[in-house]
T-cell receptor, first 115, second 113 residues
């Protein structure tokens, strides 16, 4: 069974540009989560989808971040315009049940560098 | 807001030694805790969990200890191997809430052969 995949693995952009990150969850997982880790700091929750609906987006830092999950399959996270402080590793995770926190599978992450 | 923290950002050990990674949490209402291992180029991977009604739980070569009195969590790795080199994160969850884990900063474990 394929795990959670993320694309791209690395992205280097300049301040002010737009970047779109993609996450493909494990097939059949209704729950999809986005997290971010800024260098040397903790992994922080961004938002949670249940199928195509945003269940919790309390962690989204500001309106430069837009997450979508059209059709309830893959998800995209767009940053527009990117700022220096957006640099970090963006993780996606998926789970079958909403409260299966020990069954939340993470992707390898996308390392975003904003210059 | 309350958050999970770690005492040591980097831990270096010799192969075969036992490793202890510590974590302090501040939300006394958290009732579920998880340790994750993140290897280079990969995402966090679940290692072991413990509920707040327990003070110890053992897995294969790993033991998690929970001290609710001082809000302290530790991960013990027995006979540490080079393959254990990774960043380890603790996370706390308030299961009556959103079920979203709150992560600590992470501890880098370096195992020297």
């Amino acid at each position: 069974e394929a795990g959670v995949t993320q694309f791209p693995s690395h992205s280097v952009i300049e301040k002010g540009q737009t970047v779109t990150l993609r996450c493909d969850p494990i097939s059949g997982h209704d729950n999809l989560y986005w997290y971010r880790r800024v260098m040397g700091k903790e992994i922080k929750f961004l938002l949670h989808f249940v199928k195509e609906s945003k269940q919790d987006e309390s962690g989204m830092p500001n309106n430069r971040f837009l997450a979508e999950r059209t059709g309830g399959t893959y998800s995209t996270l767009k940053v527009q315009p990117a700022e220096l402080e957006d640099s970090g590793v963006y993780f996606c995770a998926s789970s079958q049940r909403i409260n299966s926190y020990n069954e939340q599978f993470f992707g390898p992450g996308t390392r975003l560098t904003v210059l | 807001g309350e958050s999970v923290g770690l005492h040591l950002p980097t831990l270096s050990v010799q192969e075969g030694d036992n490793s202890i990674i510590n974590c302090a949490y501040s939300n006394s209402a958290s009732d579920y805790f998880i340790w994750y291992k993140q290897e280079s180029g990969k995402g966090p991977q679940f290692i072991i969990d413990i509920r707040s009604n327990m003070d110890k739980r053992q897995g294969q070569r790993v033991t998690v200890l929970l001290n609710k009195t001082v809000k302290h969590l530790s991960l013990q790795i027995a006979a540490t191997q080079p393959g254990d080199s990774a960043v380890y994160f603790c996370a706390e969850i308030l299961s009556g809430g959103s079920y979203i884990p709150t992560f600590g900063r992470g501890t880098s474990l370096i195992v020297h052969p």
